[in-house]
């Protein structure tokens, strides 16, 4: 159910990376799994169909890198606010998306 994100964690390097965490980010988006990171993915993500152990890698992965003083997140300022710009940029693109095959 959440292919994306649980493939992630056989792949990842778990060192601070933007262009890694920035992939994880867009890919809790897409298997709809955001959750305001200051919150904790046990807190958050406990009633939904992800795993215990999916939920504690999450949290783990948020924790111990998505945070890390080393990422720089520029225009986005934190992991939250470059997760709600690709959250917008997929809305928009599916709602461009469906316009295109409705006429």
């Not at 298997?31 to 783990?60: M, P, Q, R, V």
């Not at 080393?70 to 690709?86: K, Q, R, S, T």
Request: proline content about 2%; charged content about 25%; aromatic content about 16%.
């Amino acid at each position: 159910m959440f292919y994306q994100t649980e493939r992630f964690f056989n792949l990842t390097s778990n060192k601070p990376c933007i262009h890694e965490v920035k992939c994880f980010i867009k890919m809790l988006v897409d298997d709809g799994l955001l959750y305001h990171f200051d919150d904790g993915a046990k807190n958050c993500l406990s009633d939904t169909a992800a795993s215990d152990e999916l939920i504690n890698n999450i949290d783990n992965y948020v924790n111990n890198v998505v945070f890390h003083d080393d990422l720089e997140w520029g225009a986005h300022e934190c992991p939250f606010g470059y997760a709600l710009f690709y959250a917008d940029v997929l809305q928009k693109r599916n709602e461009a998306y469906k316009r295109g095959f409705t006429k």
